[in-house]
């Protein structure tokens, strides 16, 4: 837990120091933080549902469940994949390894941005509150993977 709060103000020293994880670690902590990304939908599914009940809420979080825990991880895995051959084109050397460790972990590292923004969404609903945690997320993503990668990369 240091870690992640400490990534939101020294992410590159974190990643840095996290370089020499192993690859099933790496799945944990990809794992653990779409976990954590699928608790904080709970909320907004259960506004959807209270809304709208044609759907009820075990069948939206199934459905979460589904494009959380099942193909999310393809798409991270796809997208860490894509990363060092676009890095390349930058005339930066960055391993498939380093580049699945930035990915994976600047997820982790906003998995309690993304509980802010399942409690925003779920109990004060559309609106400015929404729209900032999920800027708040954003951005925090961006910025932690960007410097996870540039701490990672080296000039070819």
């Not at 991270?76 to 391993?95: C, D, I, K, Q, W």
């Not at 906003?110 to 399942?118: D, R, S």
């Amino acid at each position: 837990m240091p870690r992640i709060l400490q990534s939101w103000w020294a992410p590159r020293d974190v990643v840095r120091g996290l370089s020499d994880m192993p690859e099933r670690v790496k799945l944990v902590v990809l794992m653990a933080a779409l976990l954590i990304f699928l608790v904080a939908q709970a909320p907004l599914r259960a506004r959807e549902a209270q809304v709208d009940p044609s759907i009820p809420f075990d069948a939206r979080m199934a459905g979460a469940l589904l494009a959380v825990m099942f193909v999310m991880p393809l798409i991270a895995y796809g997208v860490a994949a894509l990363v060092p051959p676009l890095m390349r084109l930058a005339s930066r050397r960055l391993t498939a390894e380093d580049s699945r460790l930035a990915l994976f972990w600047a997820l982790l590292a906003v998995a309690p941005a993304m509980l802010l923004w399942g409690m925003v969404a779920g109990l004060v609903g559309p609106g400015p509150a929404q729209v900032a945690t999920q800027a708040l997320v954003g951005i925090g993503f961006l910025a932690i993977w960007g410097a996870g990668l540039s701490a990672l990369t080296r000039k070819a």
